[in-house]
Structures are given as structure tokens and as C-alpha cells.
């Protein structure tokens, strides 16, 4: 596994409550933009993403077999009132989002039937106000607070294949980062995505982020400092 270089962030947020809001149908999602998806040589993926002001752009590279399918794991979480999650295809194909679940504890949200290039990311809105419309991102989506407040003291987020939340069969992605909780953790560890570790948090951080895949630990994970 190599490790590549961490994508830029620049972003002020503030944070939100500790609450978690139980498993329920929400809102259908909207989607504000869905720019052309943009092809990836054969042996590798190339991801350009723009930081929230729009001013800085990071490239990070990952190797995978020529024949490689969608896959699909967190680049990003921003805490608070502005919450929001990346999510990025390291794959070398396209791929839908659907089927896919994004939790955090035993709060779930399906995600939609938006097209993913290979090394493009979509930004999924946790807040109740839209998200801001970054450049550079394939799509942007406002899923709002469905899986509960995305607070900087603790918490975690996980990517499912399924529904069914409790196997760990399902799990696809997870980070977990200050006190918690974190409900899916063993899940994820037993699952062999996690280390059981947790990224630490500075006061100052709005948010996390990663340019490794698979990120498995606390370690291929950074705190972001701006604002």
C-alpha cells in the first residue's frame, strides 16, 4: 500500500450537536451538479480535487489492476454546521453510488443513482442547509442530516454495500476520530478495513482527510487546519 499525498483543504466549520437520529426513510437527495466524468489511464487513477475556497488543488495517484471496478471510499469529512462528506472512486471504471449506505452509528441514508468516473469525487451535503458547490467535484449532493450531527469531538462514518448495518460483511469504508461514539468500530475492524485505532483531533481541525487507499488506520488519516 502507498501512501500518496493528503488533498488540500481550506474550509471554516463550526461544530454541531452530539446527537444521532435513529435509522428512517429520509428525503429523496438533491443533486445541484453533475459536471462530465473524466477518464483514467489504464494502470492508474489521477485525482485533481479543489479545496471548498477553490483555491488550491492537490493531485494524488493510486495504482490498480488495468481491470479494476468502481471502488468507492471517503476522501474527506467536515465537521458542523457546514458538515459534508467526499467520497471518491479510486477505481478505473465508472460506477453508480447506488446500493450504497453512508451511516454513522444506527442513523442510515441510501445514496443515489449518480455516475462516478474513475478518480472523481461527489460531495454529499450532512447539513441542513445546502452545501457549498465546490469546483472540481463530479457531483454535489444535499442528503441533509440523516445520519445525525457530524460533530469534531467524535464520531465515525461508514460506507455499506448493503442495509443490513450489522455485518460487517457490508462495510466498504469507515474512519472513526476523537472520544466517539463509535458503534461501528469492532464491525469494521472485524470487517479488516479498520484498525481499531481512532484519528486524534486538535481543537483547531474543521475537518479530516485522506489521500490513501485503502486509508485503514488513524495514521493515513490527517487533520485539515484553516480558517
Not at 485525482?47 to 468502481?70: E, F
Not at 458547490?133 to 469534531?152: E, F, Q, R, W
Amino acid at each position: 500500500m502507498r501512501r500518496v499525498a493528503l488533498i488540500a483543504v481550506i474550509i471554516l466549520a463550526s461544530c454541531g450537536g452530539n446527537g444521532q437520529t435513529s435509522q428512517s426513510t429520509q428525503p429523496p437527495p438533491t443533486l445541484t451538479s453533475i459536471p462530465p466524468a473524466t477518464a483514467a489511464d489504464s494502470s492508474t487513477t489521477t485525482t485533481t480535487s479543489a479545496a471548498p475556497a477553490a483555491t488550491t488543488t492537490t493531485t494524488t495517484t493510486t495504482t490498480l489492476p488495468p481491470d479494476a471496478a468502481a471502488e468507492f471510499a471517503f476522501s474527506q469529512v467536515v465537521f458542523g454546521n457546514l458538515a459534508f462528506v467526499v467520497i471518491i472512486n479510486w477505481g478505473n471504471d465508472a460506477g453508480s453510488l447506488a446500493g450504497l449506505w453512508l451511516s454513522q452509528g444506527s442513523s442510515g441514508q441510501p445514496l443515489p443513482d449518480v455516475e462516478v468516473g474513475p478518480g472523481r469525487q461527489v460531495l454529499l451535503g450532512l447539513a441542513p442547509e445546502p452545501p457549498p458547490d465546490l469546483t472540481g467535484m463530479a457531483a454535489v449532493i444535499h442528503v441533509g442530516p440523516s445520519v445525525g450531527d457530524i460533530v469534531k469531538s467524535g464520531g465515525e462514518m461508514a460506507l455499506h454495500n448493503s442495509d443490513d448495518f450489522d455485518d460487517p460483511a457490508s462495510l466498504i469504508d469507515y474512519v472513526a476520530w476523537g472520544v466517539g461514539p463509535h458503534l461501528r468500530l469492532e464491525q469494521a475492524t472485524e470487517a479488516g478495513i479498520w484498525d481499531g485505532s481512532t484519528v486524534e483531533i486538535v481543537d483547531e481541525a474543521p475537518s479530516i482527510s485522506t489521500g490513501i487507499y485503502p486509508a485503514v488506520r488513524a495514521e493515513d488519516w490527517a487533520t485539515d487546519l484553516g480558517g
